[in-house]
């Protein structure tokens, strides 16, 4: 009954049934009954020691002696799972719809033990109609034994329980931390960045090159799928000089000794022969999750925020070596691309003004031999295709030389080349430039293998601070997963001193005492035993 009516409160807040929310129901299942338990049992007892009296009377007193303790500990239940309410992000939209759900199931329970089960067994329990199991009585047997013996000499129960208390959290402090559990999902995904300037031909001529050393050289991949640059409907942005290669692997029985950990390292074996790349490794939902989370793949994503790209560069460089000595660190890659020479064209005005061109005019010029000319949109359906009137792919200028041999008609109808209107020179400037919150800064994305997440934070960080030097105006941020986890532990931490206090003051107005509600309290550090 209490599981159909959180349904009915799901339907009414509209938290559909997913993976999520029927987790939730999973976890309270066990923890619905105990209200209902806490009534039924102490009615019994009571039906059983006041025959004399009126059963309706029995009942209600039997209800009315556990009703404050039952709705006190199902209160402090519902206070324990609050602050997964407060969850920010993806960690916020995961866990709201498990706590929303306990919650739900929780208050159903609570209300049909105080006003269901009281009729119920009014109407079904006799005096006596339960005995108590063999295996029950044997358990009672055996546990007041044993508490007689612990409290005849209670010093080494004492002494037992407080070292193991000392071990519990000595292993709890060294219990490593991360923000989402990582799963396995049967599938690899190699990502590859190349050169931000490279062509689009190039670029697929390595990817088939990779691909097919990988099929070769690595047995347990039964085929490959490559994906260069964004989609049709730019759902997943990718520039040019970006590759997700999906693995699909033949079944995990045939796979080599060592699992999917030695089955990563055969594939960085086979990319380490191709220089000039960074990759990473990710997995299919992993991936998603990632980027939804931080927008970047990597577990960690360290960030260097200032004004000058090539003082970017070098701390980059820096980061990127000390980073690299740090215990588990792998698949570094950095997003600042190093500098490209790009041809820069300065109009000769003493030609140029004479024949009424401007700069405008001459760009356009330029654009269009490289890109071509739209001159209109075909509609098929829903479908827009633009009109481009363009050289021939062959025909269109390479080089610098070439480009200015090009013929350009100028405004009084006279030919000129192009190298004759303007000066052609190289200069070095940077293929790529990322802001964040209008600062520029360099990223090096890395992955974490063979240790928690945190502690690697800390040691990175720790490694920083003491080899690594910034300028005045620059500084670092760790983000990815890393940031997540921290601004989620942050949060509960906040949390969970008010949730301690509410606590206590529930167990005071319960019992009175706040002896009580301290020795009740106390079961807490030791529940880490488990």
């Given at each position: 009954v209490a599981?159909l009516?959180t349904f009915l409160?799901?339907?009414?807040?509209?938290?559909t049934a997913?993976l999520m929310?029927?987790?939730?129901l999973?976890i309270?299942?066990?923890?619905?009954?105990d209200a209902?338990?806490?009534?039924v049992?102490n009615t019994?007892?009571?039906l059983g020691?006041s025959a004399s009296?009126p059963?309706?009377?029995?009942v209600?007193?039997?209800?009315?002696e556990v009703a404050t303790?039952?709705?006190?500990g199902t209160?402090?239940?519902?206070?324990v799972f609050?602050?997964?309410?407060a969850?920010?992000g993806?960690e916020?939209?995961?866990f709201?719809?498990?706590a929303l759900?306990?919650v739900y199931?929780?208050?159903?329970?609570?209300?049909?033990?105080?006003?269901?089960v009281?009729?119920l067994s009014a109407?079904l329990?006799r005096?006596?109609g339960a005995a108590?199991p063999?295996?029950v009585?044997?358990?009672?047997?055996?546990?007041?034994?044993?508490?007689?013996?612990?409290?005849?000499?209670?010093l080494?129960?004492?002494?037992g329980?407080?070292?193991?208390l000392?071990a519990s959290?000595?292993v709890?402090?060294?219990t490593g931390?991360?923000?989402?559990?990582?799963m396995?999902?049967?599938?690899i995904?190699v990502?590859?960045e190349?050169?931000p300037s490279i062509?689009?031909p190039a670029?697929?001529q390595?990817?088939r090159q990779?691909?097919?050393?990988?099929?070769?050289q690595?047995?347990e991949i039964?085929?490959?799928v490559?994906?260069?640059?964004?989609?049709?409907l730019?759902?997943?942005p990718m520039?040019?000089n970006?590759?997700d290669?999906?693995?699909?692997l033949?079944?995990r029985s045939e796979?080599r000794?060592?699992g999917?950990a030695?089955?990563?390292?055969?594939v960085?074996?086979v990319l380490?022969?191709y220089?000039?790349m960074?990759?990473g490794?990710?997995?299919?939902?992993q991936m998603?999750v990632?980027?939804?989370?931080?927008?970047?793949?990597?577990?960690?994503t360290i960030k260097?925020f200032?004004?000058?790209?090539?003082?970017?560069?070098?701390i980059?460089?820096?980061v990127r070596s000390i980073?690299?000595?740090v215990?588990?660190?792998?698949?570094?890659?950095a997003?600042l691309?190093e500098s490209d020479?790009?041809?820069?064209?300065?109009l000769?005005q003493?030609i140029?003004?004479?024949?009424?061109l401007?700069a405008e005019t001459?760009?356009?010029?330029l654009?269009s031999?490289?890109?071509g000319?739209?001159?209109g949109?075909?509609m098929?359906?829903?479908?827009?295709?633009p009109?481009?009137l363009?050289?021939?792919s062959?025909?269109?200028?390479?080089?610098?030389?070439?480009l200015g041999?090009s013929?350009f008609?100028?405004p009084d109808?006279?030919?000129a080349?192009?190298?004759a209107?303007?000066e052609l020179?190289?200069?070095?400037?940077?293929?790529?430039?990322?802001?964040?919150?209008?600062?520029?800064?360099?990223a090096?994305?890395?992955?974490v293998n063979?240790?928690?997440?945190?502690?690697?934070?800390?040691?990175a960080?720790?490694s920083?601070?003491?080899k690594?030097?910034?300028?005045?105006?620059y500084?670092?941020?760790?983000?990815g997963e890393f940031?997540n986890?921290?601004r989620?532990m942050q949060?509960?931490?906040i949390?969970?001193?008010?949730?301690?206090?509410?606590i206590?003051?529930i167990?005071f107005?319960?019992f009175?005492?706040l002896?009580?509600?301290?020795?009740i309290?106390?079961n807490?550090?030791?529940?880490?035993?488990?």
């Amino acid at each position: 009954v209490a599981a159909l009516l959180t349904f009915l409160l799901m339907s009414f807040t509209g938290l559909t049934a997913n993976l999520m929310s029927l987790g939730g129901l999973v976890i309270a299942i066990g923890m619905l009954v105990d209200a209902s338990v806490v009534v039924v049992e102490n009615t019994l007892t009571r039906l059983g020691s006041s025959a004399s009296l009126p059963r309706a009377h029995i009942v209600y007193r039997a209800v009315g002696e556990v009703a404050t303790p039952v709705v006190a500990g199902t209160t402090i239940v519902l206070i324990v799972f609050s602050p997964l309410l407060a969850l920010e992000g993806l960690e916020g939209k995961l866990f709201t719809p498990v706590a929303l759900t306990i919650v739900y199931a929780m208050v159903a329970a609570l209300l049909f033990a105080l006003t269901v089960v009281p009729l119920l067994s009014a109407m079904l329990l006799r005096p006596g109609g339960a005995a108590t199991p063999v295996f029950v009585r044997l358990l009672q047997t055996r546990y007041e034994a044993s508490l007689r013996r612990v409290l005849g000499r209670p010093l080494p129960m004492v002494i037992g329980v407080l070292l193991l208390l000392g071990a519990s959290v000595a292993v709890f402090t060294q219990t490593g931390r991360e923000f989402m559990p990582v799963m396995d999902e049967g599938d690899i995904i190699v990502q590859l960045e190349k050169y931000p300037s490279i062509s689009l031909p190039a670029s697929v001529q390595i990817d088939r090159q990779v691909t097919s050393a990988l099929v070769q050289q690595v047995p347990e991949i039964q085929q490959v799928v490559a994906r260069t640059g964004s989609d049709e409907l730019g759902l997943d942005p990718m520039s040019l000089n970006e590759t997700d290669i999906f693995l699909q692997l033949v079944p995990r029985s045939e796979w080599r000794a060592g699992g999917k950990a030695a089955l990563v390292d055969a594939v960085r074996e086979v990319l380490a022969k191709y220089p000039g790349m960074s990759h990473g490794f990710t997995q299919p939902i992993q991936m998603r999750v990632s980027e939804m989370l931080t927008g970047s793949t990597g577990d960690v994503t360290i960030k260097i925020f200032g004004d000058d790209l090539a003082t970017l560069a070098m701390i980059l460089d820096q980061v990127r070596s000390i980073v690299g000595e740090v215990q588990g660190s792998v698949d570094l890659q950095a997003s600042l691309a190093e500098s490209d020479g790009f041809l820069n064209l300065r109009l000769n005005q003493a030609i140029a003004r004479p024949a009424g061109l401007n700069a405008e005019t001459f760009a356009a010029f330029l654009r269009s031999q490289f890109e071509g000319e739209p001159l209109g949109v075909l509609m098929e359906g829903r479908k827009r295709i633009p009109i481009m009137l363009a050289t021939d792919s062959q025909r269109r200028p390479g080089s610098a030389v070439s480009l200015g041999e090009s013929s350009f008609r100028l405004p009084d109808g006279q030919l000129a080349n192009v190298s004759a209107l303007a000066e052609l020179s190289e200069k070095p400037g940077p293929v790529l430039i990322e802001r964040e919150q209008g600062s520029r800064f360099a990223a090096l994305s890395l992955n974490v293998n063979g240790r928690d997440l945190n502690g690697f934070v800390e040691e990175a960080q720790s490694s920083l601070e003491s080899k690594l030097a910034l300028p005045p105006g620059y500084h670092i941020e760790f983000g990815g997963e890393f940031e997540n986890q921290q601004r989620a532990m942050q949060r509960l931490g906040i949390l969970i001193l008010p949730m301690v206090l509410l606590i206590v003051a529930i167990l005071f107005a319960t019992f009175r005492s706040l002896a009580l509600a301290g020795i009740i309290l106390g079961n807490i550090p030791f529940a880490l035993m488990g």
